[in-house]
């Protein structure tokens, strides 16, 4: 298994100009919710769901800052 730097791709994705504020945000809602059935349903989160929502939710702070 591969490292992952977190950090990086947080901020590849925040300064990415195709993705929207609100594309973001729509994302880590619908994880969000894929996330909770999941943990409902007693299932394995997926390890890649939660760096996913790791990256998506760091890389909104970047684009808080700026």
């Given at each position: 298994?591969?490292?992952?730097?977190?950090?990086?791709?947080?901020?590849?994705?925040?300064?990415?100009?195709?993705?929207?504020?609100?594309?973001m945000r729509c994302a880590l809602v619908?994880?969000?919710?894929?996330?909770?059935?999941?943990?409902?349903?007693r299932r394995p989160i997926p390890i890649d769901l939660v760096?996913?929502?790791?990256?998506?939710?760091?890389?909104?702070?970047?684009?808080?800052?700026?």
């Open positions: 298994m591969s490292k992952i730097d977190i950090d990086a791709l947080s901020r590849t994705v925040a300064y990415n100009i195709n993705i929207s504020d609100s594309d619908s994880l969000d919710d894929e996330l909770n059935e999941i943990e409902t349903g760096f996913t929502r790791a990256i998506l939710r760091r890389a909104q702070k970047v684009r808080d800052r700026f």
